[in-house]
């Protein structure tokens, strides 16, 4: 089944890549956010992770392991942490995360928002189990602090080149801008990689940690309001910053009148 599965992702990948590459990169302008263009980019980054997860053979691990055992459910020190994981992702993503998202006006579909951070939570929780495996591999006999120090460092990067330079740019519409891509990355992000990881090196609980991600990537697509990709309605694309060659970043929303901007007041950001 695992394989049956696994062969329709490489399928689709490969469909989704066709069609960006024939009908929305011909047309790409970095001026203009395409919701339809952005959904077909992400799907193929999805069906990628599930892919190399297949590959890796994290999904066999993934399955392999129990959502939780008898012991974990009696031991107070297991059930501490579950819930103190699980309430510093929604009071990171549900709350910091959301306080400080641009919105711009973008509408609430929850029919489309919560789907896309369903699939997006699955890839990403996914991501970091490839990396946790990697680095299981990678040091059988290493000490539990070793291995949880390679993957930090690995999936640290990894985080920060795709959301810097890969999804920030292509794939959200415009949501931070100069002050708040800090502050979410160090209240938010480097927070919830490293209790995460702290979290399965402990207690090997990997259908959690995708769950955990789910929650935290369900309240980022609701919370920037990802457009849905049928939506016509105008949204600013990510303000890119060129570095060299064809490489950009994102740099986030500069206002032109920041004392005055209501979308930097709406997201409580300074002005």
Same mark, same amino acid.
């Given at each position: 089944?695992?394989?049956?599965?696994?062969?329709?992702?490489?399928?689709?990948?490969?469909?989704?890549?066709?069609?960006?590459?024939?009908?929305?990169?011909?047309?790409?302008?970095?001026?203009?956010?395409?919701?339809?263009?952005?959904?077909?980019?992400?799907?193929?980054?999805?069906?990628?992770?599930?892919?190399?997860?297949?590959?890796?053979?994290?999904?066999?691990?993934?399955?392999?392991?129990?959502? !939780?055992?008898? *012991?974990?459910?009696?031991? $107070?020190? =297991?059930?501490?942490?579950?819930?103190?994981?699980? /309430?510093?992702? #929604?009071?990171?993503?549900?709350?910091?995360?959301?306080?400080?998202?641009?919105?711009?006006?973008?509408?609430?579909?929850?029919?489309?928002?919560?789907?896309?951070?369903?699939?997006?939570?699955?890839?990403?929780?996914?991501?970091?189990?490839?990396? !946790?495996?990697? *680095?299981?591999?990678?040091? $059988?006999? =290493?000490?539990?602090w070793q291995t949880?120090?390679? /993957?930090?460092? #690995?999936?640290?990067?990894?985080?920060?080149?795709?959301?810097?330079?890969?999804?920030?740019?292509?794939?959200?519409?415009?949501?931070?801008?100069?002050?708040?891509?800090?502050?979410?990355?160090?209240?938010?992000?480097?927070?919830?990689?490293?209790?995460?990881?702290?979290?399965?090196?402990?207690?090997?609980?990997?259908?959690i940690l995708i769950?955990?991600?789910?929650?935290?990537?369900?309240?980022?697509?609701?919370?920037?309001?990802?457009?849905?990709?049928?939506?016509?309605?105008?949204?600013?694309?990510?303000?890119?910053?060129?570095?060299?060659?064809?490489?950009?970043?994102?740099?986030?929303?500069?206002?032109?009148?920041?004392?005055?901007?209501?979308?930097?007041?709406?997201?409580?950001?300074?002005?």
């Amino acid at each position: 089944m695992l394989d049956v599965v696994n062969i329709l992702m490489f399928i689709a990948f490969i469909s989704f890549s066709l069609l960006y590459f024939f009908k929305f990169q011909p047309r790409f302008d970095p001026l203009v956010y395409d919701p339809a263009a952005a959904w077909v980019r992400a799907f193929m980054y999805f069906t990628a992770c599930f892919y190399v997860s297949y590959l890796t053979g994290t999904q066999e691990m993934i399955l392999a392991t129990p959502l !939780w055992t008898e *012991a974990q459910l009696s031991d $107070p020190t =297991w059930i501490a942490w579950t819930v103190g994981v699980t /309430a510093f992702i #929604l009071f990171a993503y549900w709350g910091i995360w959301i306080r400080y998202t641009i919105r711009f006006d973008r509408k609430r579909h929850l029919l489309s928002q919560v789907p896309f951070g369903i699939i997006w939570g699955l890839a990403m929780g996914q991501v970091v189990l490839i990396v !946790w495996h990697f *680095a299981l591999e990678f040091g $059988p006999s =290493w000490a539990l602090w070793q291995t949880w120090a390679l /993957a930090w460092v #690995l999936l640290g990067l990894w985080q920060w080149m795709w959301q810097d330079f890969g999804w920030d740019v292509y794939i959200s519409p415009e949501h931070d801008s100069p002050w708040s891509i800090p502050v979410k990355t160090a209240a938010s992000h480097i927070p919830n990689v490293s209790l995460c990881l702290v979290y399965v090196g402990l207690y090997e609980n990997y259908a959690i940690l995708i769950a955990l991600q789910t929650v935290a990537l369900i309240g980022a697509s609701v919370g920037m309001r990802m457009p849905p990709f049928w939506s016509k309605d105008v949204t600013p694309p990510a303000r890119r910053v060129h570095l060299f060659g064809p490489i950009y970043r994102a740099g986030g929303y500069l206002s032109p009148d920041p004392e005055n901007d209501p979308y930097l007041k709406d997201a409580n950001l300074p002005r």
